[in-house]
């Protein structure tokens, strides 16, 4: 049973910085990938980064030299560092494990940014 459990979130001035943690419990975590989505108010659920098993990285257009994805494997927790916050990235944020095609999710946690 993959149990994920995020911290981190919570409220920052435009410009700042902001890390997200998500901690995944189970053997399975060194060979899942990762990944960080986000739902703003009256908005769908969007896709903001990935790292895969092997460390490789992508990122949303919309955070792109901004947010950083990274994993501990030895910590079983995968992180988001967030620069530069806006006030459009204001939302939940939710931790993501897949694993050979299933998704497993954290409970998310809101992130503010104010102007």
């Known amino acids: 049973q993959v149990q994920l459990v995020e911290s981190g979130g919570g409220l920052v001035q435009a410009g700042g910085s902001q890390r997200l943690s998500c901690r995944a419990s189970?053997?399975?975590?060194?060979?899942?990938?990762m990944g960080w989505y986000r739902q703003a108010p009256g908005k769908q659920r969007e896709w903001v980064s990935t790292?895969?098993?092997?460390?490789?990285?992508n990122y949303a257009d919309s955070v792109k030299g901004r947010f950083t994805i990274s994993r501990d494997n030895a910590r079983e927790t995968a992180y988001l560092q967030m620069n530069s916050l806006k006030p459009d990235d204001t939302a939940v944020y939710y931790c993501?494990?897949?694993?050979?095609?299933?998704?497993?999710w954290g409970q998310g946690t809101q992130v503010t940014v104010s102007s």
């Open positions: 790292i895969t098993y092997r460390g490789s990285t």
């Open positions: 189970g053997s399975i975590f060194s060979v899942s990938s």
């Open positions: 993501n494990l897949n694993f050979v095609g299933v998704d497993y």
